[in-house]
């Protein structure tokens, strides 16, 4: 019954922000003045000064937004299609907001409780009718899509062809997967292009060969734009910065980094490396202390520093980064504060209440830290029969929890593996789409919130960890 009730008041207070504020920020006199200027300059005949204009309605794109929508049905053709990208940049705002509601008011309560159906990734089912959420669009409706290969740019603005491969031909242009053309509640981007990246890297696919590879480049460089210059990545029009998406983009590109050996990737993925560890991560009086959603955050949670921990791991393997111990250091400090070694299994945050999840999200971290089999093994032993799942497609089933239960089984191996891989196999064949978005997975469960993106990039890393043994997710 209270979290009925906190349910009912975040979407009352949500719907409240977005009734105050629908129209987004208002522009200045002189900001509206430069708006107007700068979308005439998206038609001008000069390519770089087209390219100007449009790096920097990107920033002013959350004022800019009524602007925008009329440009974007422009009878040039030209302003047209560069005003149809830049829109989405003018919904981030109201995200911001909401993400920071939905912290203040779902996330503590779902940690306590030993769940993780927070606002993670906009996965928190507080109402589609208050966050005015796109409905989920078939492929087909969807403009400036990038096809599944053979990759073959059309044109300046780089259209190209639509085909049957499901995550690669439902990215943006631009290099970005759209969580809400894709299902998700609200915008999450960043998150959802991080995890799509990393099924595509999966298969083997890089920036420097493979059929998808173009898909590769445009990915990556849509997560570096996301990247500030202290190195934090961020949703677009955000000035918060979320430790779970900022972790999954910079394992992505620490991901792409190791693999391709761009050089621009590399210095991306270094940047987002020492931002984590020297302005994210939390510090107490003892020193770091793992890490939390929001930054240098008092209350660090067992995810978001899992999810360091498997960038910092990224990372160091590629061999190409430098890495500062303290990273690890205050990872293994915060494992030990959430671990219940009495009953043997782990809690998401001190004090919390322990669940199998927290187990499997805690295995991932330790055995990424060089714990052995030996010591991990009497809390999966525990974990696996308390946890309903392997299983996808179903009301009761965890998307996210199969993912990291199949990286830490998989690391254990034994008869734990064993029975997991089968159940996770014939879930998963059975629950992937067969037609109309052919190839997915329909998002189910308690991430269902957080879309079709979200549940079949998630679902391919899951069938993929046998064959990624050079990758840091699958392998060491």
């Not at 910092?312 to 430098?322: Q, R």
Request: aromatic letters at 6%; glycine letters at 10%.
């Amino acid at each position: 019954m209270q979290r009925i009730l906190l349910a009912a008041l975040l979407v009352l207070v949500l719907a409240s922000m977005l009734a105050c504020s629908e129209d987004g920020p208002a522009p200045t006199a002189e900001e509206t003045a430069r708006i107007q200027l700068l979308l005439k300059q998206l038609g001008d005949e000069d390519f770089a000064a087209r390219e100007a204009a449009t790096a920097e309605l990107k920033k002013l794109a959350p004022k800019a937004m009524k602007e925008l929508e009329k440009a974007a049905k422009s009878g040039d053709i030209e302003i047209q299609k560069r005003a149809t990208k830049l829109v989405p940049f003018g919904y981030a705002w109201k995200d911001e907001r909401i993400w920071k509601a939905s912290m203040a008011k779902a996330w503590p309560e779902a940690l306590k409780e030993g769940k993780l159906a927070g606002p993670l990734l906009g996965a928190l089912a507080f109402g589609k009718d208050a966050l005015k959420q796109a409905p989920a669009t078939d492929a087909s409706a969807v403009e400036h899509l990038v096809g599944d290969g053979p990759i073959e740019p059309e044109g300046e603005e780089g259209e190209v062809r639509t085909t049957e491969v499901w995550i690669p031909r439902m990215q943006r242009v631009d290099g970005h997967w759209d969580a809400l053309q894709c299902g998700a509640q609200y915008r999450a981007d960043l998150e959802q292009t991080a995890l799509a990246l990393l099924s595509i890297i999966s298969a083997g696919h890089t920036e420097k060969g493979g059929r998808y590879k173009v898909n590769v480049q445009r990915a990556v460089k849509y997560l570096i734009d996301c990247q500030r210059e202290d190195g934090a990545i961020v949703n677009p029009g955000w000035n918060e910065v979320d430790g779970v998406a900022h972790e999954l983009a910079a394992l992505a590109l620490c991901e792409a980094a190791g693999m391709g050996g761009m050089p621009t990737t590399i210095a991306a993925a270094q940047k987002a490396t020492d931002y984590s560890i020297q302005k994210h991560q939390c510090v107490d009086d003892a020193g770091t202390f793992g890490f939390g959603r929001e930054v240098r955050s008092k209350t660090p949670d067992l995810l978001t520093t899992t999810l360091a921990a498997t960038h910092l791991k990224s990372a160091k393997i590629t061999g190409k980064l430098k890495i500062d111990p303290a990273g690890f250091e205050g990872i293994i400090r915060f494992l030990d504060k959430v671990e219940d070694k009495e009953r043997k299994t782990y809690r998401l945050v001190p004090g919390g209440k322990s669940s199998p999840e927290a187990a499997f999200i805690a295995c991932v971290a330790r055995q990424f830290l060089g714990w052995k089999r030996g010591d991990l093994t009497p809390y999966l032993e525990k974990a696996v029969p308390e946890f309903k799942g392997p299983s996808t497609g179903k009301e009761d089933s965890d998307v996210l929890i199969n993912w990291l239960g199949t990286l830490s089984l998989f690391h254990q191996g034994g008869d734990l593996w064993k029975d997991w891989n089968q159940k996770m196999k014939a879930s998963l064949v059975e629950a992937q789409r067969k037609d109309g978005a052919i190839g997915s997975w329909d998002p189910s469960g308690q991430w269902s919130g957080a879309g079709r993106v979200f549940a079949t990039s998630l679902n391919v890393l899951c069938l993929s960890v046998y064959y990624r043994s050079g990758q840091v997710l699958l392998s060491k």
